[in-house]
């Protein structure tokens, strides 16, 4: 049972909702810690039809990841490889043609590139996956290297971020994806990926993609070791550099899969989490057009309900993706855009297919070609709360 000092609070949070004033530190707490899940699904519910209406959102995309030999050993990853293990594995210049082509042939418009960090590689064929890429389907936008990967390119180099930066653009590079955020807040970060890139290299690193004309999406990893208080300073952080460089797309979500990872112990995040996580999310980023339901780590069901939690995104057809099925994901490696159309509309929703950069997708057969903006509605950022 609530008392009236809640309901008193919850009041003014739906006040400042409703009036598209900005969320405090202490408001997004209250909500984590005493909010039904519901309440949660209303609220967000209200900011994701204010800036989307009832679109959502899907892309037809191809995942390529490289490699998975990795220098670091992060606890909560089931992806990564020692250099001469038998699941060890790293791709020539043909296969990545070969992924291209397929890309090609599936009438992809983006491929998305992740990977290990790979201690024999140096930044030269890193920059040459892009290349290749690029060079055998030049239309694909290619949204590839995460901050962390970002950073250790930085470290081989010795170059700044502008520097490794501007070489990706150079070789193709079209945006970068979120990955590696996990969780910005050092006591959290200390215990899961202590030797990866710090919070405030990674969000330096974004900031300057954004001064370079790179748009780049934003990620939290949960329900592992962190606390309410580490998920809402996360969400402050992104917001505050949305703020400062408005080149932040989409924020996702991602739910922790314990499967063959050193934190095994932990039970994964229950549905009713990633509804909360969810809803909190597009509550507290109000100057992020979208929140994405990545199906592949919630499953099809829970990203159904997701659109009427906040997300107006399923990602897209996600063919070939390996992280989080090694982690576990029961999820198919891919799904059909008939099988996303139907699991959009069955959720109420109406399907948009968009590029990377949110722009609509119009096809004719096997061609296609980017329209204009999708942005349902384009209405400003909350107001600071005085």
């Not at 330096?204 to 990620?219: D, F, K, P, Y």
């Amino acid at each position: 049972m609530t008392s009236p000092a809640d309901n008193s609070r919850l009041r003014q949070i739906t006040d400042k909702v409703e009036a598209s004033e900005r969320l405090t530190f202490d408001d997004g707490i209250f909500l984590d810690e005493h909010v039904d899940l519901l309440t949660l699904g209303r609220l967000a519910n209200i900011v994701r039809e204010r800036k989307n209406g009832n679109l959502a959102f899907y892309n037809t995309n191809i995942h390529l990841n490289p490699t998975n030999v990795c220098v670091y050993r992060c606890v909560f990853c089931a992806f990564r490889s020692d250099l001469k293990a038998e699941r060890g594995y790293t791709f020539t210049d043909d296969m990545i043609r070969e992924r291209a082509l397929e890309a090609k042939a599936a009438g992809a418009t983006e491929i998305h590139v992740v990977g290990g960090l790979h201690h024999q590689k140096d930044f030269d064929w890193y920059v040459n996956v892009v290349r290749v890429i690029h060079e055998t389907y030049p239309e694909i936008h290619i949204k590839a290297w995460t901050g962390v990967e970002i950073n250790w390119f930085g470290h081989l180099t010795k170059q700044p971020y502008r520097w490794v930066l501007q070489q990706l653009i150079d070789a193709g590079l079209g945006s970068m994806p979120g990955g590696g955020a996990e969780i910005f807040h050092p006591e959290v970060r200390a215990q899961i990926c202590e030797h990866k890139a710090d919070g405030s290299n990674w969000l330096e690193i974004h900031r300057t993609a954004h001064q370079l004309g790179l748009r780049s999406n934003a990620t939290m990893l949960y329900g592992h070791v962190e606390k309410a208080e580490h998920r809402i300073d996360h969400l402050c952080k992104l917001r505050e550099l949305q703020d400062e460089t408005h080149g932040f797309q989409t924020f996702i979500p991602l739910a922790f899969h314990p499967e063959n990872t050193k934190l095994d112990y932990i039970q994964k995040p229950s549905g009713m989490m990633d509804l909360k996580v969810m809803a909190i999310s597009r509550l507290m980023l109000d100057n992020f057009d979208h929140i994405k339901a990545y199906w592949i780590m919630l499953g099809e069901k829970t990203a159904q309900v997701a659109l009427s939690f906040g997300a107006d995104d399923l990602d897209g057809t996600v063919v070939h993706e390996l992280i989080y099925h090694d982690a576990g994901a029961k999820t198919p490696e891919g799904l059909t855009v008939t099988q996303l159309h139907h699991l959009i509309r069955e959720a109420g929703r109406e399907p948009v297919e968009r590029d990377t950069l949110y722009r609509r997708v119009i096809r004719d057969g096997a061609k296609w070609q980017i329209g204009e903006s999708v942005l349902a509605v384009n209405v400003p950022a909350a107001t600071t709360s005085r």
